[in-house]
C-alpha cells in the first residue's frame, strides 16, 4: 500500500489530504493524519559481473533502491591455436 501525503485548495481554507492505493483500492481522504513508514536503504552493489561458478544474490527484500541494477553481460573472450579457438565464457583470461 502506498500512502502520498498532499494538500488540497478549498474555497476558503487549505485542507491536508492522503492519497491511498494498493492493487484492489484507491481512497481518498480530507483532512486527515497520515504516517510515513521508514524503509531501510539498500545499501549493496548496483553493478554485478556474472560469475562462471558461484551464484549471487542481492540482499534487497524489502529495501528502497536508489537506482536500477546493471548486469554487465557474460564476459566471453576467444583465442585461435594451432588447434583451433579456444573459448572462456564467464571467466577471466
Do not use: C, R, W
Not at 478549498?10 to 513508514?37: K, N, Q, R, W
Not at 554485478?48 to 544474490?57: L, M, N, V
Amino acid at each position: 500500500m502506498i500512502t502520498i501525503p498532499m494538500s488540497v485548495a478549498t474555497y476558503d481554507d487549505t485542507l491536508p489530504m492522503d492519497v491511498t492505493s494498493s492493487e484492489e483500492t484507491f481512497d481518498m481522504t480530507l483532512g486527515a493524519e497520515y504516517a510515513i513508514a521508514s524503509v531501510e536503504s539498500y545499501t549493496g552493489e548496483y553493478e554485478i559481473i556474472p560469475k562462471a561458478h558461484e551464484s549471487q544474490t542481492l540482499a534487497t527484500k524489502d529495501k528502497l533502491m536508489e537506482d536500477n541494477v546493471f548486469i554487465f553481460e557474460v564476459p566471453y573472450f576467444q583465442t585461435s591455436n594451432e588447434h583451433g579457438d579456444t573459448v572462456y565464457i564467464a571467466s577471466e583470461v
